[in-house]
C-alpha cells in the first residue's frame, strides 16, 4: 500500500469554472492503498477543498466523484455540484470549501448556499463558521468535528430537525463506557439508538430509550454500554413519530488510554518497540486491530517493575492504521499505529 502525503496549492478561479457534464472520479483510492493528509494541509479534488485540523486518510477501496444529482435522496433542493465518496470516510475535523460555478446554482440564492453533508445514514446541513462568497463562487465551512463524509453538496438550509443535540460525551466505568448527550429541543421525538463502531465508519446498535417527545428546555440522557470494546466510538440517532431522524456528531471514547505507554518508531517500517511501565511483576496482553477493527496479531508477554521494552514484528501487515492495546494488571492504554 502506498502511503501519500499531500500538499496541493489550488487556483480558485480555475476551479470555480471547472464545470462537468458527467460524474467521473475526481480521486480513487485503490485497495490497500490510503492518501494521507497532515494536520494544516490544504487537499483538493475537483472543486471540493478540505483542510483537516487534525490527521486524516481516505483509505481504499475508495473514490470521490463529481456528479449533478444527489446519489441520497433529499428534500432540500440542492446545487449541480455534488460529491460522492464510494465509501464512507474516517471522521474528519477541519474546514471544508466547495467551489461552484454560475451555472450550477440550480436556482439557488448564493446567500443562503450551505454545507450539507451525508454522513451514511442522514443529511446534515452546517450553519456555523461559514464564509459565503458569491464573487469567487465558493462557501467554507469551518471548525467542523468528527464529521463522517459519504456525499457532499451546497444547498438551501434544512427544515427545522426533530431534535437539537447540544453535546455528547463518554464517562469511563469499570469495565463500562456511559455515553451521555443533551438535547436543547425536541420536536415528536419517539426513541434514542445508541450505536458504536470500532472504526467510525461501520455500526452496530448498543442500545436505545425513550426520548422526551416534546420540549423546547434541555433534557439529559444517558446509556451506560456494559460491552465497549477496546476501541469505541459513539453516536446517537434519534427517531421521530414522522419517521425523520436525526444524527449526533461521533465522540470516542478515551477510557483505554494511560499515561506513560509510549511506541516507537511511528510510522512503522517493520518492528514497533513498546515502552510500558509497571509496578510490580505482571502479565500483558498486547492487542492489535485493523482500521476495520479485526484483531490481527496478539501477544502475551511479562512485565518486570519498573519499565518493560516489547517488540512487535509487523512484517507482512498491509500498510494502514491499526490500534494497539496494552492491557495488564498495572497499565490499561492503547496506541494508532501507522504501518509504512
Known amino acids: 500500500m502506498k502511503h501519500i502525503l499531500l500538499y496541493f496549492i489550488f487556483l480558485p478561479a480555475i476551479l470555480a469554472n471547472a464545470v462537468c457534464a458527467h460524474a467521473q472520479p475526481a480521486l480513487y483510492v485503490s485497495a490497500g492503498n490510503n492518501i494521507f493528509i497532515s494536520a494544516g494541509t490544504i487537499w483538493s479534488a475537483d472543486s471540493l477543498v478540505l ?13 470521490v466523484t463529481k456528479t449533478t444529482s444527489l446519489a441520497h435522496p433529499s428534500s432540500n433542493s440542492a446545487i449541480k ?18 467551489y461552484y ?96 463502531s470500532t472504526d467510525g465508519i461501520s455500526w452496530q446498535v448498543a442500545g436505545s430509550i425513550g426520548a422526551a417527545g416534546i420540549s423546547s428546555s434541555t433534557n439529559s440522557y444517558e446509556y ?43 510510522p512503522v517500517l517493520e518492528t514497533a518497540y513498546i515502552s510500558i511501565p509497571s509496578a510490580t511483576t505482571s502479565p500483558v496482553t498486547l492487542n492489535l486491530y485493523d482500521a476495520g477493527g479485526s484483531l490481527v496479531k496478539t501477544m502475551q508477554q511479562s512485565l518486570l517493575p519498573g519499565t518493560t521494552l516489547v517488540s512487535m ?3 507482512g501487515l498491509a500498510r494502514g492504521w491499526y490500534t494497539l492495546t496494552v492491557i495488564s494488571n498495572n497499565i490499561t492504554g492503547q496506541i494508532n499505529i501507522l504501518k509504512q
Open 313 to 315: 514484528n509487523l512484517q
Open 101 to 196: 460555478a454560475d451555472a450550477e446554482l440550480n436556482g439557488l440564492p448564493e446567500a443562503t448556499l450551505t454545507l450539507n453533508i451525508h454522513n451514511g445514514t442522514s443529511w446534515n446541513s452546517f450553519n456555523s463558521n461559514v464564509t459565503r462568497n458569491a464573487l469567487n463562487n465558493f462557501v467554507t465551512t469551518t471548525n467542523l468535528s468528527a464529521v463522517l463524509l459519504n456525499e457532499l453538496t451546497l444547498a438551501s438550509l434544512l427544515a427545522p430537525l426533530p431534535v437539537k443535540f447540544s453535546s455528547i460525551s463518554t464517562v469511563c466505568q469499570t469495565g463500562a463506557v456511559l455515553i451521555k448527550w443533551e438535547t436543547s429541543a425536541e420536536l415528536n421525538s419517539k426513541h434514542f439508538e445508541v450505536q458504536r
Open 224 to 266: 451506560l454500554d456494559n460491552t465497549p470494546g477496546g476501541n469505541s466510538w459513539y453516536r446517537i440517532i434519534e427517531s421521530d413519530a414522522d419517521n425523520r431522524t436525526t444524527t449526533s456528531s461521533v465522540v470516542k471514547s478515551s477510557c483505554l488510554l494511560s499515561t506513560g505507554l509510549s511506541l516507537f518508531p511511528n
Open 81 to 98: 455540484r455534488i460529491f460522492h465518496f464510494t465509501n464512507t470516510t474516517l471522521p474528519f475535523s477541519g474546514s471544508i470549501a466547495i
Open 51 to 63: 483542510t483537516p485540523s487534525a490527521d486524516f486518510s481516505i483509505q481504499g477501496v475508495n473514490a
